[in-house]
């Protein structure tokens, strides 16, 4: 009897223990389902902050992108200066050699530049006054390349410092950039930003019909800050080509002459502006209309203010041609004021100069 008892509590304790390992098991696979569960969702979660990242890199991505198409024309002056300081291409710059001050290529050039300047200082005071349309005709556009054209010449001319020869293209440029290069691209805007600044036969008829505004006129204006530029570019070529004494006073009396000349252009073309402005707005009480009545004729407009300025300036007055309004009694007083002051200074700089040259 205990032989079978002993053998049932034996065999219950194996099948207690067999139960207890199935539990084992059944406790790790359900521990082991929750784990799975477990890093499933936190692959979800990691899955979802991926997508978040990337959408925001995206987001990212896309204002960088705007904000370089917004600002795209820095980035090409960016490029355009990363070309221009590459090695490669100082390299093939260097290979030309910078024009001499004293060189013949130079000194042509500058008589060109001289003349191209005159030409302008000449017809803008004209296009101003009687708002004239141009249009067509090749002096106009010749003169403004070889004013632009010089430009790029300014950069590639060398200098002379303290007596030394300065053939160093970065200080080439640095002196031009300090000096004269932002002047003289200001200058030739008005040549290249509008299409009327070409010049055609002028109409005896149709003054009315060629219309220009105020802001175009000072923008043309713009042209005249090359005035003292003028000055310099006489100066050097008189230094380049070493004119004799007696051609010295020759010269300085030219300067005198040409000096009266143009201030005289310039007066007679205001003096025609104020007198058009006024007839514009109906009021008859001008020069041109008191004395000249019913002259459509721009030359003799011209060729009567330019009378009507000398007999001013030169302060002779015979009366017979005189200020009708407020406005034009100031600008001739002006005028007097003005011409006898450069009278006074051209005549002392010639005697000053043969004094010297003694």
Not at 35 to 63: M, T, V
Not at 335 to 345: K, L, N, P, Q, T
């Amino acid at each position: 009897m205990e032989s079978q008892s002993s053998v049932r509590c034996s065999f219950y304790k194996k099948e207690q223990n067999l139960i207890h390992k199935n539990l084992e098991i059944y406790n790790i696979l359900t521990n082991k389902n929750n784990c799975l569960r477990f890093l499933n969702d936190k692959s979800l979660l990691l899955n979802a902050n991926c997508e978040n990242s990337h959408n925001q890199q995206y987001k990212d991505k896309l204002k960088n992108n705007q904000k370089i198409s917004s600002n795209k024309v820095f980035y090409l002056l960016l490029r355009l200066y990363q070309c221009i300081t590459s090695q490669r291409l100082r390299e093939k710059i260097s290979v030309i050699q910078p024009f001499y001050p004293f060189h013949k290529f130079k000194v042509m050039w500058d008589v060109l530049n001289l003349i191209a300047n005159v030409y302008f200082f000449i017809f803008i005071p004209l296009k101003i006054t009687y708002n004239l349309k141009m249009h067509q005709n090749q002096y106009s556009i010749i003169f403004s390349l070889i004013l632009a054209t010089d430009i790029f010449i300014n950069f590639n001319t060398s200098y002379y410092s303290k007596g030394l020869l300065i053939t160093d293209r970065t200080q080439i440029c640095y002196k031009y950039f300090k000096k004269r290069f932002f002047l003289d691209l200001i200058a030739i805007i008005p040549l290249f930003t509008t299409d009327e600044f070409r010049i055609a036969p002028y109409s005896e008829d149709q003054l009315d019909n060629q219309n220009i505004s105020e802001s175009q006129s000072i923008f043309y204006l713009l042209f005249f800050i090359r005035l003292p530029f003028l000055s310099d570019l006489k100066k050097r070529l008189e230094q380049k080509l070493f004119f004799q004494r007696k051609m010295m006073y020759i010269i300085s009396l030219t300067d005198l002459l040409t000096t009266v000349l143009f201030l005289a252009h310039i007066f007679t073309c205001i003096q025609v502006k104020i007198a058009l402005v006024r007839q514009g707005e109906g009021d008859p009480n001008t020069w041109i209309n008191q004395l000249f009545p019913g002259i459509t004729n721009i030359y003799k407009q011209y060729l009567y203010a330019y009378y009507f300025v000398t007999m001013t300036m030169t302060t002779v007055g015979y009366g017979d041609v005189h200020p009708y309004n407020d406005l034009e009694y100031f600008t001739t007083i002006c005028m007097m004021y003005v011409s006898s002051g450069i009278f006074a200074y051209t005549v002392g700089q010639i005697i000053n100069k043969q004094g010297n040259n003694k």
